[in-house]
């Protein structure tokens, strides 16, 4: 079960899927119903809308409101076909870019599995592997929650899978 925090009311009418209409909500997202270290999250994401954008945040300390000030976030928005930078789906927000792109145009349920052990992060989209990296930071911790954004908006959550896995060898 995800938790919603902040002010947004989440469209919950078709079971299994959280959506967030295109009005800003500051503080706004899902919470995971604890805290993680080493994970993987399976989920399909929509946009709606030109600017509709989300993505998971993680390691997120529980404090104010989740952002890239106190967790790592893996992003999701609306711009299939769009140069790539640290701002694109698939991008470690504002730390580096993904590799590719494939996202799918607004309307359409794109695939997404994020996996966190340790330091290393690995992003899949649609079948195809977009960022491999690092995630590390004096100010952010290598445990704590997991949250699907919900700030902007424009954007739909569904066939979420979160997973623990063991600690890297």
Known sequence: EWIP???RKWDMSEAGVYSADRVR????????PREYEN??????????????Q????????????????????????????????????????????PDDNPSLPEGQWNTLTLRVLGEKVTATING???LDTTASSKEIGRRGWVCLDG?????????????ELPAPQ
């Open 151 to 163: 700030v902007i908006g424009g954007i739909s959550y569904r066939k979420t899978l979160l997973i």
């Open 54 to 97: 989300g993505g998971v945040y993680f390691h997120w300390n529980g404090q104010d409101s989740p952002s890239t000030d106190n967790a790592f976030k893996v992003h999701l928005a609306n711009d299939a076909g769009l140069a790539i930078d640290m701002f694109s789906t698939g991008a470690l927000f504002k730390v580096e870019s």
């Open 25 to 32: 909500s500051n503080g706004s997202g899902l919470r995971s």
């Open 5 to 7: 925090i902040g002010p």
């Open 39 to 52: 994970f993987e999250v399976r989920l399909e994401w929509k946009v709606d809308g030109e600017l509709g």
């Open 128 to 130: 195809k592997k977009v």
